[in-house]
């Protein structure tokens, strides 16, 4: 996996349009915390240090709960080959996109002990240095059908306890595009004949893994 470069910020630029702008990155890139939508290193980055307080605090933390999130195909277990390091994603690219999401928008916080050994706590927090909470989330995602007809539909999903269980699908839709090399968007209604296997397989991948929450979640009646 390629490491992503961040959008480079004009030279010149005013105050009042830089905050505008990191505002706006900042909102951005928590909407994509809440909906697993992690197209960039920073998007990926960013998930880590909201589900894992330990990666705020933790430059090899970060690293290595990277890997094993988003790198299953090359870390196995515990050990990585050598020559796989010169794919991986490196320390010091993950530590500037944690940089960026903790020092420029505020977001995902460490703990004031190391955020006072790496030099970012300011002088007001020192007296009343507090933890960032956490962003929890929920996402939720619609579609409607029958627009041009008399009667509309609306189907949703809902995940209400964080974001593992969307990370997990959009990790395995994107597994499956790639195995199938299916370069487009998911659209029933554009579905073509030899496409309906890959559909299926979709299809496949929603329903075994809400089976599987349903399971996890069922009280035991011992």
Known sequence: MSEEQDSQVPQKEGEEGQEQRIERERQDLLARVASSELMTMGHRVAWLMNHHPDTRNSDIALQIRYWTTFEKDIVKGDYVALDDLYTLPRLNSLV?????????????????????????????????????????????????????????????????????????????????????????????????????????ELIDIFVSRSLSDIEMSEPCLC
């Open 96 to 200: 500037r996109a944690r940089a960026r999401i903790q020092n420029e928008y505020r977001l995902f916080q460490a703990d004031p002990v190391i955020r006072e050994r790496r030099g970012t706590l300011e002088e007001g927090e020192r007296e009343r240095a507090v933890e960032t909470p956490d962003y929890p989330v929920y996402a939720v995602f619609l579609d409607e059908s029958g627009k041009t007809s008399n009667n509309l539909i609306v189907g949703s999903l809902w995940f209400l306890s964080g974001g593992e269980e969307s990370l997990a699908l959009f990790l395995a839709t994107n597994e499956l595009k790639s195995k199938r090399k299916f370069t487009g968007e998911f659209h029933f209604s554009e579905m073509k004949k030899d496409e309906v296997a890959i559909y299926k």
